[in-house]
């Protein structure tokens, strides 16, 4: 039975770490550590079954030819490998963490900001990440809310996001798709956001809960093109909302607040078959009814309004 390892993120080994473990196939992305072209790959392995996925692509005409990959990428790709094996991938690494230290130092100036960095071994997505934490209440924006600035505003980051856990958030940078001098455009950008953003002397309290959202909830969402009826299953203690949202296809774990009549709920059903599907519901809540803008991070916003379930109707 063949066996082939996606190994889309991952760096290239020479001799092939895989291959020499028994993998028929290793298929890697064009972009990422290989910064090569995005549009195109590299399949390596078994030569008649790479001559037959070569057969089964574009240009020939078949399944595949909907998905057509240029002459110049192509070309692209076999120069990415060739600069791969003639990198200095030591004195490259090193530069990234100079980099990364560059925007520590920045950062570290905003009171109450302190920052972490860590070095990973593995094979998928090898660079070394800095983690910038702070207190939200204290420096008056969150972790979610400064990666969404940072993404929207010129110039535009792209960060993997950012986290709020309790008053703690916090944001990662990595450098390994960074030119050089962009460190200094990063660490000014977020150094500007964090020590001119609303300061709070002490922590607000909760607004206390409007009303009680526990229950079944019918949510009709409008997407770009379409719209669909999802079902949230809330359980409320205090201002914390905890349950399950049914969508489409697949059920998955929620958890959000209420304060006063402003709500959130959030649930994420990580990656399978390919998908990674994160929803964040922002609204108001109005007697039995909800609505608002719903983030889906990749995947754009939506609007939802939300009914309590009428068990009399069925």
Not at 177 to 189: D, L, N, T
Not at 192 to 212: G, K, N
Not at 238 to 264: C, K, M, P, W, Y
Request: glycine share 10%.
């Amino acid at each position: 039975m063949p066996v082939l390892v996606d190994a889309a993120a991952e760096i290239l080994t020479v001799p092939n770490v895989h291959l020499e473990n028994g993998a028929t196939l290793v298929a890697y992305s064009g972009g990422k550590c290989i910064r090569g072209p995005q549009s195109a790959g590299l399949l390596l392995g078994r030569k008649d079954l790479v001559r037959a996925a070569w057969v089964h692509s574009a240009p020939h005409h078949g399944f595949s030819r909907s998905m057509k990959v240029g002459k110049e990428e192509a070309v692209g790709m076999l120069m990415a490998v060739e600069m791969w094996v003639k990198r200095d991938h030591k004195a490259e690494w090193n530069r990234w963490m100079s980099w990364l230290d560059s925007i520590a130092a920045q950062v570290s100036r905003v009171e109450g900001v302190t920052t972490a960095m860590t070095q990973t071994t593995e094979l998928s997505n090898r660079t070394p990440s800095l983690t910038i934490r702070w207190d939200r209440r204290r420096l008056g924006i969150g972790g979610a809310d400064l990666a969404r600035h940072l993404l929207d505003t010129e110039p535009r980051i792209a960060t993997p996001g950012g986290r709020d856990r309790g008053d703690e958030a916090s944001i990662s940078i990595t450098p390994y798709q960074m030119a050089s001098g962009e460190e200094k455009i990063v660490a000014e950008k977020i150094y500007a956001a964090l020590s001119h953003a609303p300061r709070q002397t002490a922590p607000a309290r909760a607004t206390a809960p409007a009303s009680d959202v526990s229950g079944q909830w019918d949510v009709q969402i409008e997407y770009l093109a379409s719209a669909s009826t999802h079902t949230l299953h809330l359980t409320q203690s205090g201002n914390r909302l905890e349950g399950s949202h049914q969508g489409d296809f697949v059920s998955r774990d929620l958890s959000g607040t209420i304060e006063g009549n402003a709500v959130q709920i959030a649930s994420s059903y990580t990656e399978r078959h390919g998908d990674a599907l994160s929803f964040r519901f922002t609204g108001t809540v109005n007697g039995d009814a909800m609505s608002g803008t719903l983030d889906m991070g990749e995947y754009l916003t939506a609007k939802w309004t939300a009914k309590k379930h009428d068990y009399r109707r069925g």
